[in-house]
């Protein structure tokens, strides 16, 4: 099983190819130094080629996927995969919410290989397990929910660090999670009260620990255990006005810790998540303004940082969010259905249908804020292409978003015919003329997600050692201008001509042709301390027989969920 792709362009920020021709060697899955004079050569004349890409935050399984699924019906009538397809094919539906199926056939036909979970709350971590099995072709990882978690407050309130950390270490084993993601930390619990944290010092009820404490204790937590990846934070006062100085000083509140990585890939201690949402000035929604500019120039000047992005698509969607008070306010703004949940001691969430209209203004602001982060970033190594899929809309429309990142001429377009005018009067957007190149469309989606997640060694590169996961687009660099060609890019992005994940062929002329391939999950098999974390699971287990409602035992997600798992080993605390 080996060939060889020759005379495409090839983009891979991780090697420094920027848009050379060299040949990519492949054999038993892996890119290699060489291939045997009986290797198939694949003709990639004027196409381009990159790593598979690599998404750090969707949603795309698991308990509130579900419950997006099951409240909207009418997602499932626009779009759909015809039930019979051939060998090996399963049909699908939903737009914004695909069916597992679905999912995975759409990521690869963008010529993405590799997709992360972004909240499972602990308890139903095997459900999300179950989906990934159902979800072909792309590799994954789910974040498990730190954030409201009655342990990791209590332990916090008391000051016990150590004992988070032996609790942390055996939770990402126990959910086979991947990293420590918290949700408006503090805001979620307060939410099981009726209420909510505003910014990062409100007490949490009960626990009375911060956002910040919480933040702090775990980005502790996380150097303690030496994850690959860093804190994965949603930061509090999500979609409000003016919310811009609590994500600044959310981000302050690590800027003086020292990175402690597995692998030497990670030298940030905090990466903010769809940060379009966090950069929100004015009082209400009425003197709402984009504060862009002062998120981003923060970013530009600190390097303990990495964000994505969550770019507003303008489509009708689906939110969903461990944020339950957030899509409660959502709900009442607009009035459409409305979920909510709450996951015993861990974490809760909402659900509510979203229509984010160019024809109405604050929708329109929220589509330029999201690109002014993506231009006003200079370095594309700290910041991530992603729609926060799908509360800002659906991952499908990634394609669309390299075009307008391409294109200024096409946002110069969308903001004199397709957008509301408070696009150009409460933004920046209409005075950047920056555009992207390939090389930079390479580092947001494959090689910059790669490097933060701590997967470099296999993921978002074409270098020898990589996983064979390999997209080629058709498009050819010496005759497609991308400024003037908007409807190529998104053509070309969206249905990529080849694909292959660990070598083997997927996706031909964005077609789905080998749909019966699993993809790997990654999790963190972590270690810190055997005896601490026996004290710590009397504490665990004492907890379950007073509160929840499962056995203890019935509780970790065992290894025959997962037939295709790729654990990344700990380190054991020195």
């Not at 899955?29 to 690599?54: H, L, Q, R, T, Y």
């Not at 994500?247 to 692998?263: E, I, Q, R």
């Not at 949402?277 to 709402?288: E, K, L, M, V």
Request: charged share 20%; glycine share 8%; net charge negative.
């Amino acid at each position: 099983m080996e060939f060889i792709i020759k005379n495409g362009n090839v983009f891979d920020p991780l090697n420094k190819i920027d848009g050379d021709k060299v040949d990519i060697c492949v054999k038993d899955g892996k890119i290699v130094e060489s291939v045997s004079d009986n290797a198939e050569v694949v003709d990639a004349s004027n196409k381009i080629v990159m790593a598979g890409g690599v998404d750090p935050h969707t949603h795309i399984a698991g308990a509130k996927v579900n419950v997006g699924r099951m409240l909207r019906p009418e997602d499932s009538k626009m779009d759909t995969v015809p039930r019979v397809m051939g060998k090996d094919f399963r049909g699908g539906s939903g737009f914004s919410i695909p069916s597992t199926f679905m999912t995975g056939y759409k990521y690869s036909q963008m010529g993405y290989t590799t997709a992360m979970e972004a909240a499972m709350p602990p308890l139903l971590a095997r459900h999300t397990h179950e989906e990934f099995h159902d979800t072909p072709i792309i590799d994954h990882a789910a974040y498990p929910l730190f954030g409201n978690n009655w342990f990791v407050m209590q332990y916090l309130a008391d000051g016990d660090i150590d004992k988070c950390a032996a609790y942390a270490s055996w939770l990402l084993r126990a959910t086979k999670g991947y990293t420590i993601k918290i949700v408006n930390p503090g805001g979620t619990e307060a939410w099981g009260w009726g209420g909510n944290v505003h910014g990062i010092n409100d007490p949490t009820p009960y626990f009375g620990v911060s956002g910040a404490e919480i933040i702090t204790g775990l980005a502790e937590v996380t150097e303690k255990l030496r994850l690959p990846h860093s804190i994965h934070v949603h930061c509090n006062d999500l979609g409000h006005p003016g919310n811009w100085k609590t994500t600044l000083d959310s981000f302050d509140l690590v800027k003086g810790f020292k990175p402690n990585p597995a692998f030497g890939h990670r030298k940030t201690t905090i990466h903010a998540t769809h940060v379009q949402f966090h950069a929100y000035g004015g009082t209400s929604w009425r003197d709402f303004v984009s504060e862009a500019p002062k998120v981003a120039d923060y970013i530009n000047k600190n390097d303990h940082i990495t964000i994505d992005v969550g770019q507003v698509t303008l489509d009708e969607t689906t939110t969903m969010t461990a944020d339950g008070p957030m899509e409660w306010d959502l709900h009442s703004i607009n009035g459409l259905k409305w979920a909510n949940c709450d996951v015993e001691l861990e974490t809760g969430s909402g659900v509510v249908p979203f229509i984010y209209s160019g024809k109405a203004p604050v929708p329109s602001v929220q589509w330029a804020i999201g690109l002014e982060l993506f231009l006003l970033v200079n370095d594309a190594d700290k910041i991530c292409l992603t729609t926060d899929s799908p509360n800002a809309g659906p991952f499908t429309r990634y394609p669309r978003v390299i075009s307008w990142l391409m294109s200024n001429k096409e946002r110069l377009n969308m903001m004199e015919n397709n957008v509301h005018k408070w696009a150009q009067k409460k933004s920046s957007l209409a005075t950047l003329d920056r555009e992207y190149s390939f090389y930079e469309i390479a580092q947001i989606s494959r090689s910059t997600p790669a490097t933060l997640l701590g997967l470099s060694d296999w993921k978002g590169h074409l270098g020898v050692g990589a996983d064979a996961d390999i997209a080629i687009y058709d498009i050819n660099v010496d005759e497609v201008d991308p400024s003037n060609s908007p409807e190529i890019i998104e053509g070309a992005f969206g249905k990529a001509a080849a694909v292959y994940k660990d070598g083997n062929l997927v996706i031909k002329n964005g077609d789905v042709v080998t749909p019966k391939i699993s993809g790997r999950t990654y999790w963190i098999n972590s270690n810190y301390d055997s005896e601490l974390e026996k004290e710590v699971l009397s504490d665990v287990e004492r907890m379950f027989k007073q509160y929840y409602s499962v056995n203890f035992a019935n509780y970790p997600v065992q290894d025959n969920y997962l037939p295709h798992s790729t654990p990344i080993e700990g380190v054991m605390n020195e």
